[in-house]
């Protein structure tokens, strides 16, 4: 066992349990927090598999600026334990069924799979993840999408000035 | 490190997002486990674009295959960041009307 399959093994076992919290906190704050202990062993698991600028980016953009968003959000609208809606019982077990048998389908399913039962991922080596090679690719290749999501957040920011304007 | 045990983590992180979706009443949390079903996803692109890599290693361009897989994560990103700040603006703009986060008010889009 290496260090890389402990670190996996850590990491994966963090951002799971991190994610049930999320479900499992009563207060939105908490939430929000547990969200963030998920991003940031998603973004381990990037430096794990050597993409070093993902890993950067999820935490500048996830961990740093929508989470911040979300519980600017949560502090303005004084959201706590008291004020959370409750939903009935069965219609929590019904969802809990549901996902529960939709990731029973998917596992078993990619069990049978034959097209990825013997590939493996290079985790160290391999420079795609850095920022040279992708900023190459992304200003080369890829300049046109590039261009098209400063004009989708252009529109973005417009939408949510207009809709959080106070009429 | 087989495939499978990042396709099975991410897979598991994706049910339990779609378990909040499907379980939480208000909305804010509901928006945040679309979020975690969003980077469940990414993780599993990026996975898949070190696989594509290993496996094209012995091919004569192979220094940059398998960069579109975290370029489209880079892209996803980009729209989440967009989709927060429009989905906020709405749940902020519903608070105000009926100073609830329940996702029950919206079951009618008149009054």
């Known amino acids: ?100 048998s939709l990731l029973m389908i998917l596992v078993s399913l990619v069990g049978q799979a034959t097209e990825v039962s013997h590939k493996t991922l290079i985790m160290k080596d391999g420079n795609i993840g850095l920022i040279k090679s992708l900023g190459k690719i992304l200003f080369t290749q890829y300049v046109v999408p590039f261009e098209l999501t400063s004009i989708l957040f252009l529109s973005a920011m417009v939408g949510a000035v207009v809709i959080g304007k106070k009429d | 490190m087989p495939i499978q045990y990042y396709i099975i983590l991410s897979m598991v992180i994706f049910c339990i997002g779609i378990a909040g979706v499907l379980t939480r009443r208000n909305t804010i949390i509901i928006f945040m486990c679309i979020e975690l079903m969003l980077n469940a996803v990414n993780l599993l692109l990026v996975a898949f674009s070190k696989m594509h890599y290993a496996a094209s290693l012995n091919a004569p361009n192979h220094a940059t295959v398998g960069s579109e897989g975290q370029l489209f994560v880079f892209f996803i990103m980009v729209v989440a960041a967009a989709e927060v700040s429009v989905g906020l603006a709405i749940i902020v703009m519903m608070f105000r009307n009926t100073h609830s986060v329940d996702a029950n008010f919206l079951n009618r889009l008149k009054n």
């Open chain 1, 1 to 100: 066992m290496s260090a890389t399959h402990i670190l996996f093994w850590f990491l994966s076992a963090l951002a799971v349990v991190s994610a049930l919290m999320v479900l499992f906190s009563k207060n939105p704050v908490h939430s929000v927090l547990w969200l963030i202990a998920v991003f940031f062993a998603i973004s381990g698991h990037y430096i794990l598999m050597n993409a070093q600028f993902l890993a950067i980016v999820n935490i500048i953009v996830y961990a740093g600026a929508i989470m911040v968003l979300f519980l600017f959000v949560i502090m303005l609208m004084n959201l706590n334990k008291e004020s959370e809606p409750r939903k009935n019982v069965w219609m929590k077990l019904a969802g809990a069924i549901s996902a529960g």
